[in-house]
């Protein structure tokens, strides 16, 4: 199938109207939890994922990514308004869109926020659409040595760009493969880190992990910081939100860096929106002429970080879909999710499972439509969102927690699972470990003892057959590469600043 | 920045976390060690679970070494004990609704969560605090028993 009878065939599916009511709940749903500070998309996906277990997967996935790119979307009016990131991709945005706001341009910031999101949100769709065919054609001539070799390099990357300290990234990757341990060995059937307790003979549920170590922990974490901020007022009427000829003409060139640099960063693993989005506006910057007013509110200060942080969704759904290899937590759980419903993310997802792959594909260029709709006429319904007392919110985060992991589990005893994962997940923050690469080391834990089992079954218990491909030894030596990199001191500095600047 | 005593070292939480890991790391091993190494197809149930508790083990000595041989400490932001205990007591009526899930259910132990919750955590009105109590079990368990046929737990109550 090529990528023109793809899309057709993709467009059959995400224009049927049950997938369009999905897609729009996911994009609402979505631009909701963009917009609360507090709650991010991998917390909203996970607490969501064992309410869809019955749904065709790809309605399934079609609403989880509505969430993803959506809350993308939604980030910015909190930074603009509020001066306070909705996501940890909307920090860049804080830094010109609040003086925007402030200076009484808050419409035309918001305004160029959408515009540069639907710009940036639809290139990266496409460029997701023409590039996932020929890379995953290209893996299919990997074998268990150069995937185990891919999945370590993607957690060096993830690893490397998670945390101030690499040690304290490499531990919770390394408790991540514990977790993923423990059950029953899928070789030997032997019962692993079970503690005599036969609910843990099937292993630990996603659901429980990620909605204890994200969910739980982000509303203790908001609890605990309890802060409250004065939003700006919104102006009234579409024609208020619209930015003016001299803005948008100030943008041109934003718009196209955003797209580009949120694409590419999106793809490489553990980069993520918010290192884009801190790269597209650095080079918005160095290239513009008057990059001393950066910081006083000027509209391509707006339009690069946003632009860059949406086109990064369609980057990273290449090596999700093409390799199941996640880039970060919010893919990493549809991921879980693709394999609940009997999917496997990997170079023969576009072959065996068409529907679900150009459906989520042709609903991501509806759902960017669908979310200019939302975040241009709509935005002052929404910032009203900002309004709702906290009182009133984390009792249902909590709720909404609980009877998910119920809906996917059936018992109480995953409930008591979910509140100590939720006490880790907020002492790992106290500590400052990250929590991405103990999700992601979860996630492709079973993966990567497989592909390291099978290449040694197949080489006689020989290590060196992971060299002897050159795939795979170009693959590890990065990977080498990678993790020691911050011990040279200049390199480590780079690091320190790309991840400090990432909030 | 100040220097760092040894003894603010090994009550840091670097120091803590390295040694509970450096223990992790070594129940990986002994536990894994009854499992088999190897078997004649190629690595056994151990193999994995040996290799990443040894790099646990290397990796939390690591970071108490480097705890303990940093020159110099930066304090950073103290614990602000109060609103720390804010998200604590949040976890411990949680983890206690949970607790009271099997005998009471759903409904009951959600709403007394919620009631606490609000009361406490947040210091609303009694009144506030009940009708958000209320309304929110409520909106649960006609969203998700009722419209989405999910069945919550169900107490010694009946419901």
Not at chain 1, 51 to 66: E, H, R, Y
Not at chain 1, 122 to 136: C, E, I, R, Y
Request: charged letters at 10%.
């Amino acid at each position: 199938m090529d990528v023109l009878s793809g899309l057709a065939h993709g467009f059959s599916v995400a224009l049927q109207l049950n997938n369009l009511g999905w897609c729009f709940l996911g994009c609402f749903l979505g631009t909701v939890v963009g917009i609360l500070p507090g709650l991010g998309p991998a917390a909203t996906i996970a607490m969501l994922i064992p309410l869809t277990l019955k749904m065709d997967p790809a309605s399934g996935i079609i609403m989880l990514a509505g969430i993803y790119y959506g809350a993308k979307y939604g980030g910015s009016t909190t930074s603009i308004l509020l001066n306070i990131p909705g996501e940890s991709s909307s920090v860049a945005t804080c830094i010109d869109g609040y003086q925007m706001a402030r200076k009484g341009r808050a419409g035309a910031a918001l305004g160029i926020a959408a515009i540069a999101s639907f710009i940036a949100g639809t290139f990266g769709v496409v460029a997701l659409s023409l590039m996932a065919p020929p890379v995953a054609a290209f893996a299919l001539s990997f074998n268990s040595q150069e995937y185990f070799a891919l999945m370590v390099l993607g957690l060096a990357l993830v690893v490397l760009l998670s945390g101030e300290s690499l040690l304290k990234g490499l531990l919770a990757l390394l408790v991540g493969l514990w977790l993923a341990s423990i059950g029953t060995d899928l070789f030997s059937a032997q019962a692993r880190f079970i503690f005599g307790q036969s609910e843990l003979l099937g292993g630990l549920d996603f659901t429980v992990v990620a909605i204890g170590v994200f969910a739980i922990a982000e509303v203790m974490a908001s609890i605990e910081d309890g802060e409250e901020s004065q939003i700006l007022p919104v102006p009234k009427g579409i024609l208020n939100l619209l930015p003016n000829w001299q803005e948008l003409k100030a943008c041109r060139f934003a718009f196209f860096n955003g797209s580009v640099v949120g694409f590419i960063l999106g793809v490489l693993p553990g980069a993520g929106a918010t290192i884009a989005s801190f790269v597209s506006y650095g080079l918005e910057k160095a290239v513009s002429r008057h990059p001393e007013k950066f910081g006083t509110g000027v509209p391509e200060g707006v339009a690069a970080p946003e632009g860059a942080n949406n086109a990064d969704t369609g980057g990273a759904l290449v090596p999700l879909l093409t390799l199941g290899i996640p880039n970060g937590a919010s893919t990493a759980i549809m991921l879980s999710a693709l394999v609940l419903w009997g999917v496997r993310p990997g170079p023969m997802m576009i072959q065996e499972s068409p529907t679900v792959f150009w459906g989520l594909v042709a609903s991501m260029y509806i759902g960017n439509a669908m979310l200019i709709i939302l975040n241009l006429p709509l935005v002052p319904l929404f910032a009203q969102i900002l309004r709702l007392p906290v009182h009133m919110l984390f009792p249902l985060i909590f709720g909404v927690s609980m009877v998910g992991v119920y809906a996917a589990t059936g018992n109480v005893f995953n409930l008591g699972l979910l509140s100590l994962f939720g006490l880790l997940g907020f002492v790992m923050r106290k500590l400052k470990f990250p929590a991405t690469p103990l999700l992601l080391g979860f996630v492709l834990g079973d993966s990567m003892e497989q592909a390291l089992r099978q290449s040694l079954m197949m080489s006689q218990g020989d290590p060196l057959t992971f060299v002897e491909r050159p795939m795979s030894a170009i693959m590890l030596a990065l990977a080498v590469i990678i993790l020691i990199s911050p011990l040279l001191g200049r390199l480590n500095r780079a690091r320190l600043r790309a991840i400090t600047e990432n909030g | 920045m100040e220097a760092l005593p040894i003894k603010n070292a090994l009550r840091s939480g670097d120091f803590i976390s390295g040694v509970v890991l450096t223990a992790l790391g070594i129940f990986i091993i002994v536990e894994s060690s009854g499992w088999g190494y190897s078997s004649p197809d190629g690595p056994g149930p151990a193999f994995f679970p040996f290799w990443y508790g040894v790099g646990m083990i290397v990796l939390s000595l690591a970071l108490i070494g480097s705890t303990l041989l940093r020159p110099t400490f930066n304090a950073g932001k103290p614990i602000d004990w109060p609103m720390t205990g804010r998200a604590l007591g949040t976890w411990a009526a949680f983890a206690l609704s949970i607790a009271l899930m099997a005998p009471l259910g759903f409904i009951i132990s959600f709403t007394l969560f919620t009631f606490l919750f609000v009361l406490i955590i947040f210091r609303q009105p009694v009144l506030t605090a009940a009708l958000t109590a209320m309304f929110c079990t409520l909106g649960f368990e006609i969203i998700f028993p009722w419209a989405l046929g999910l069945q919550l737990p169900v107490g010694i109550f009946g419901f």
